[in-house]
């Protein structure tokens, strides 16, 4: 069984600071992993995905994640936060990288921004 | 990226009555969508897996009698959340499968009252 365990419900971060969102993920086979955001009432949109090309992965809005095989961890960053990143994010995991397969999400964590 | 609609956004109902839920995808086909529910400030729960022309698959406590799927084209999926109650208000969204990736609708907030 796969599982992702999303450390914080909820983080704050000042304008312009450094995000960290933490996803740690449980496997028994070679994971790809996943960053979705959620903004109030809407659907999911796909920040990043780890399909195993490369162990640092570029998203859209700035962010990007790191996969760490010795750490089974795969956390989300961004530099430089703005205020449009406030959202909820979650991590996910899949066993294979067919679109097919269901993904299992992780609890999710509330990213509020300080003006 | 692909386009998923998922219609309505937001719906209330009485309770004991039935609400159906589509879910489109706009620009391509998919043989496969998957149903999640989405509990207040929660994640997302997968309830089913749908496939075009064949019946459902549902997880694991998810009554298949009361959540009714049906896919019936390449594009076109609905959720039927039968006899509705006020437990049954949540958050429901679509997902269609793309070649490696699901495309995920914009939700449709059920309110039984």
């Known amino acids: 069984a796969q599982s992702v365990t999303q450390l914080g419900s909820h983080v704050s971060v000042s304008e312009g600071a450094l995000v960290l969102l933490r996803c740690n993920y449980s496997?028994?086979?070679?994971?790809?992993l996943f960053w979705y955001v959620q903004y109030p009432n809407q659907g999911l949109q796909l920040l990043l995905k780890?399909?195993?090309?490369?162990?640092l992965v570029k998203g859209i809005n700035g962010f990007e994640a790191e996969f760490k095989k010795s750490e089974t961890s795969f956390h989300l960053t961004k530099p430089s936060a703005h205020m449009s990143d406030a959202a909820e994010y979650f991590c996910?995991?899949?066993?294979?990288?067919?679109?097919?397969?269901?993904?299992?999400f992780g609890t999710g964590t509330r990213l509020t921004i300080i003006p | 990226g692909a386009v998923v609609s998922q219609h309505p956004s937001w719906v209330i109902c009485k309770s004991g009555t039935s609400v159906k839920i589509e879910c489109r995808s706009l620009d391509f086909q998919a043989t496969t969508m998957f149903w999640y529910r989405q509990f207040p400030k929660q994640s997302l729960m997968l309830m089913a897996t749908s496939n075009e022309g064949s019946k459902a698959t549902y997880e694991q406590g998810v009554e298949k009698d009361k959540f009714l799927i049906n896919h019936a084209s390449l594009t076109l999926s609905t959720l039927t959340v039968t006899s509705a109650h006020p437990e049954d208000s949540s958050f429901y969204i679509c997902?269609?499968?793309?070649?490696?990736?699901?495309?995920f609708g914009q939700g449709t907030r059920l309110t039984v009252v």
């Open positions: 496997s028994s086979v070679p994971p790809y």
């Open positions: 997902s269609a499968r793309g070649v490696t990736e699901a495309f």
């Open positions: 996910a995991v899949r066993r294979t990288n067919f679109g097919n397969e269901k993904l299992t």
């Open positions: 780890y399909t195993s090309a490369a162990t």
